[in-house]
């Protein structure tokens, strides 16, 4: 007898994250994902708010533990995570937010790309470019944070976008969303599922 998705402990929690527990999925990636945010902002701080050099400025994570935020290992570790929950997070959407979150998804793809190359370099020791340390691609234009701020910020709106659509569905939206955000006690939501 073959087993269904949902017999399985990997397919009954993809449903529940999808279907139940999908609000409750989203609320814990996004304080990741704030938490993620907080740090380059201290960094950011650090550097054009305070005045410190780039390899100073860890973030609040990398004052009080600077191996950990110099490491690739951390850094391609977060770039996973991100492309992971967005994708198995993603069956959860319908209609307009799908896309945008399929949006960045996408974005989150190159980001991760970027970073397994970093990844790669800073454990074979043999830096692309020339360069004498782990260089991704679009850092030969643009220096490590400010190309990390960046990525950061286009995957974060389409992700915050998708979320936003996803509690104020459309009525044809509604109809094909099978998880527990449609029960969100928005007006138009409330007003689209008495109607």
């Known amino acids: 007898m073959a087993k269904t998705a949902e017999s399985t402990a990997a397919g009954r929690f993809l ?91 996408g974005i989150q793809f190159w980001h991760h790309i970027e970073h397994l190359l970093l990844f790669v370099q800073a454990q074979s020791h043999h830096f692309l470019f020339g360069r004498s340390a782990p260089t991704s691609i679009l850092q030969l234009v643009v220096s490590r944070v400010e190309l990390h701020l960046f990525y950061n910020t286009i995957v974060f709106i389409p992700m915050v976008i998708a979320m936003y659509l996803h509690l104020r569905p459309t009525q044809d939206e509604l109809e094909g969303m099978t998880c527990g955000c449609r029960a969100t006690g928005s007006p138009r939501t409330a007003a689209v599922s008495h109607a």
């Open 15 to 105: 449903y529940s994250i999808n279907h139940d527990r999908h609000r409750l999925a989203l609320n814990a990636y996004l304080v990741v994902v704030l938490a993620h945010w907080a740090e380059h902002l201290a960094q950011a701080y650090q550097i054009w708010g305070l005045g410190w050099p780039a390899k100073k400025a860890g973030g609040a994570l990398g004052l009080a533990y600077p191996w950990l935020v110099t490491t690739e290992w951390l850094h391609y570790g977060y770039a996973l995570f991100m492309i992971t929950v967005l994708f198995l997070l993603r069956p959860g959407f319908t209609g307009r937010s799908r896309t945008w979150w399929t949006i960045s998804l």
